[in-house]
């Protein structure tokens, strides 16, 4: 039975949010920003890789990601690297994984999980993917994992629960509220963040995509059909090509009467940004997130810093300073400031083109 | 009579001031750190070029140095570069050239002068060095460029004029005054800085160097006896080794009563210090000395930013500070703390060796 348990892992992000670091050739998920010794990928496989077999994961990533995919999970095959030519949100990216495991195992119970968020407590986490798991095997139910939220976080999608079983009821989806109404959330105890991990059996998000998504299931369900490798990729392009783009929260999650959510708290980060990196890093005793060897700071505080490996950085004078260098770009600015970064890019991109980006 | 006229460069500085920028690999007087796209080396040879022929050029650096010396001055051949196996200060430097141009040409007249500062009004610098030339070739006299002070600078060494000709007898060296005389020298209106360029026929060094250093007239006189090349090495390879470190000024000018100054203002600074190279950058809108391309400032005044040409730097929320970047090192820092340099290269020697400086 263990075999119908698969593991999807959504890896296709750009992730601006960390450039410099981060780069369209080198997004988020195959990096190692916390300094952990693996990238987000690779935590996130070896997370799973206790509840599912090496031959059931499959990765679905854009294709210009396949090969640093297999570099980082060399357990995979080939053929469990899923591409997407062109990213369409997660509801396309769900129902090519869907209709995939579909035609290898109509009894297929699947875990949808993004490449790049860190989970601190991973025994605890994986106690409940397990409950997760036993409860969509036994119900026609979609789930998903709550966070419960320790802070008015007006980026993240929130999730009301309906009563207060252990595995609950959704009431609601809502989708970054503003500060005012994710405090209101805080205070009612009855909403989480959204994980964006999903548990269901693969049968039940097919007839999800069938009510909710047609379209989305016209096109990818076209994938069962296909005799070679070479005509599933051919199905795939035209199908992301002609695809609406949509979220699966958007798309099914918040329109469908079987959708059930596991709260818990497991040590989890979708580590978005900067100031999160910092808060998840190691500090000096100057509250300094700076890297362990070659990097010298006077009179500086509270600031986080990135060099390549084997430079070396002299820091005099910073207070509450990002300060990321790689090869080719060097950014520095306040911490407060981090959510100018996509003007950053913006204008970078607008006088140098896409070669720093 | 034109080839009686020689000009010594003297090159052999480690120039740790503008680390990480200048490294032990790549000093000061190799680097264009105003951004005029030569080298200090270079616009000091083309400086003097016009008052010199490129075959009566000579060079004294550090022998690791002698191939950039060739690069920078492809005019010049081989044996017009005097290595030195080990700095001496600048006594046993000119002793070394004085020795060799007096082997040459016995009727040669000589300017000194150091590879890396600065002289933006070199039309005007050269008539003070024709007149010092003239006066020189007619008297048996040692001559200095004095520079007329524009602050109470203490790191400068200071010349105090006897009177009020053009070319005055010195009556006194005064090296590196603290801040309370150097004001007093800037009220009293008779004292310049000693800007190390010197004029002076080669017979009239010779002897004041028996007179004043006679040691370093026994072992560098010695290069007049070499009969080939390697001869000649190997006796100022002695010299270098067993002569005792020791500066023109305090070895000779301040002792010898044959000493005249020429005091002048042609632009001149010995740009020692980022400060200074701040002072005589291009500087955009918010007084920043930034590159002109591929640099985006927000929120930021009076900083100096140099970073590896086609690197990209963003540097948001600076105030006057300097932000030094290089393949391998990166050095942020205030502008009023310039002066720590030296702490920060002892700490990165200290733990990384001299790899980085």
Known sequence: MENNKYCVIMAGGI?????PKSRQSMPKQFLDILGTG???????YERFEKLVPPENFLVVTNIKYKQLVLEHLPELKEEQILCEPIGRNTAPCIAYAAYTLLKKNPDAEMIVTPSDHMILNEDDFRVIIRECMEFAAGHDAMLTVGIKPTRPET???Y???????????????TEKPNLELAQTFIQCGEFFWNSGIFIWKVNTIIEAFKKYLPDHHQLFSAVLKAQTPEEERNIAETAFSECRAISIDYGIMEKADNVYVRCGEFGWSDVGTWGSVYQHSRKDRYANAIPQEGCYVYDTRSSIVSVPKDKIAIISGLK???VVDTDDVLMIC???E???IKKFIDEVKYHNGDKHI
């Open 155 to 157: 980026g993240y999608g």
């Open 338 to 340: 981090e959510q100018s």
């Open 334 to 336: 306040p911490r407060s």
């Open 159 to 173: 999730i009301q629960v309906s009563d207060n079983q252990i595995i609950s009821k959704v009431k609601c989806f």
């Open 38 to 44: 693996k990238s987000f990928i690779r935590h996130t």
């Open 15 to 19: 992730g601006t949010r960390f450039w």
């Open 320 to 322: 509450e300073y990002i």
